[in-house]
């Protein structure tokens, strides 16, 4: 495939999975994002070094063992802020621009993981950016919000959709390694720390290095023939297994048993019926239009806006654009076999085991309680359903006729519009019920915005029922962020005024 075919199929996959983000512009700054804004600048005096010495001991108390995903967090949430006074960028902005780069970039990684099994099966036919604008299609279309959740689409981007690409990426390097049955010892320096890497960024990442074992276990019975193959394969192993899984029980031992900092709810594994139950309803909730129940209960109808209807045309000229283009040149067609095993089995493992370390804590157990209730294993589940559907347009082949594609085009035609009709009514409602918090966000960068109107963007905000971290963050720190950024108080009016 040639550059210029390869950077169209690439601007037409991130076009589609613009389109599906859309609706997700419309949702406010929430939950932790929120006020670690102000908490980042206010606990630090803005200064960055203290800041994240700060979140790299986070990482290792309250049952967390991730101080390198705390501290490149840490780094991401300081610039909303920073980069914020900087230039004017408002931090709702701020997130909504990363939270979709950061999703784009998921769908690379997933890309890549999903050409490397492909390959290690046999099928080395498949162009990276074609199949990268299939995945980033698929994803654009069924991307679902979960606003009454901690919903990774638009919250919390470095541990859903970051922590989800570099497990993709594992996953990729593991299936490169084992291909030949020889790993170089490239291929153990990159497997080891990406894997170390892993766990120490996000305890969910476990999951990728239990579903590379399952790569690795099959190269040992399938690809290793010789001595000199199973020590290599032993060899990563050991690596890519056995040493992030010393590091992570370690780093547990060290926080449960040395840093006497307690527990935490979302990290405790507790077995039993009811996370059982969450885990089900945990896995049913990746699937494409599994919120659709939940939001109709909850908010009783469903709005087709003018937004809506714009961003369906929007997608389905798009879509209609990519499959007569996908048409026009098709792909040689990636047979059924019992090769195919091993890549579903592996993102499905990947899928299962970070849904599962989370419905399996008291926490999720609790919060899980419906298809349609996610948390950040959302963010691996979506991808993995996405790349399973990617597959399936490879490995089967439709019907010819008329009529067949008629009716497919209607089909996927009347899903999206659902979809995305589904998506803005929830993004407009978001954006009433929480616009307080993006006109809080964007008087705490704009230094030319009068004090009183800051300080009656303050007392609207201050007047909803908040939880006391986020009082504290509100009327503490970004009294203090503000002032060290602009040289004046945020709201220093007399009572009356």
Known sequence: ???????????????????GFLPATRVPTLGDDFYVVFQAQGVSSGDLGTWLSLAWGWGMQAGHFNPIGQVLGGLYHFGAFAWGSLVGVTPTT????????????????????????????????????????????????????????????????????????????????????????????????????????????????????????????????????????????????????????????????????????????????????????????????????????????????????????????????????????????????????????????VLVAFWALATLSHTITPKYTVEISAPGLVYLFYAVGSLVVSLLLAGGVLALRLPAGRVVGIVLVVALASFAVVQQSVNWTLGTMMAGSYSVNARLLEASVDADMPESERCDRLEEWDERDWPDYYRDAALVYLADAYERAQGEAFCDLPDGE
């Open 1 to 19: 495939m040639s550059r210029r075919s390869s950077l169209l199929w690439a601007a037409l996959g991130v076009a589609v999975l613009v389109v």
């Open 94 to 345: 701020y997130y909504l621009a990363g939270a979709f780069l950061i999703l784009a970039t998921a769908a690379l990684a997933a890309t890549y993981a999903l050409t490397s099994a492909l390959r290690h099966v046999g099928y080395a036919s498949v162009p990276f950016w074609r199949l990268f604008a299939l995945v980033a299609a698929v994803t654009g279309v069924t991307i679902q919000l979960h606003p009454w959740s901690n919903d990774p689409v638009t919250t919390y981007s470095m541990a859903g959709y970051a922590s989800t690409a570099i497990g993709f990426l594992l996953i990729g390097f593991a299936f490169r390694a084992v291909a030949t049955g020889h790993p170089t010892a490239l291929d153990l320096v990159r497997i080891a720390v990406t894997a170390v890497f892993a766990v120490l960024f996000y305890e969910m990442l476990v999951a990728a290095v239990a579903a590379t074992f399952v790569v690795y276990c099959a190269a040992w019975f399938t690809r290793s023939k010789t001595v000199g193959g199973r020590g290599g394969i032993l060899a990563v192993i050991g690596v890519g297994v056995v040493l992030p899984a010393a590091v992570f029980i370690g780093g547990r031992l060290y926080v449960s048993l040395v840093s006497g900092t307690g527990g935490y709810t979302g990290t405790t594994a507790v077995p039993g019926l009811e996370s059982a139950r969450a885990f089900v309803f945990g896995m049913a909730s990746s699937i494409p239009a599994s919120a659709w129940p939940y939001t109709y209960y909850r908010i009783g109808q469903v709005d087709l806006s003018r937004a809506a209807l714009v961003g369906s045309f929007a997608l389905l000229l798009l879509l209609v654009i990519f499959l007569v283009a996908w048409t026009r040149r098709p792909l040689p067609r990636v047979p059924l076999s019992r090769r195919l095993l091993l890549p579903v089995g």
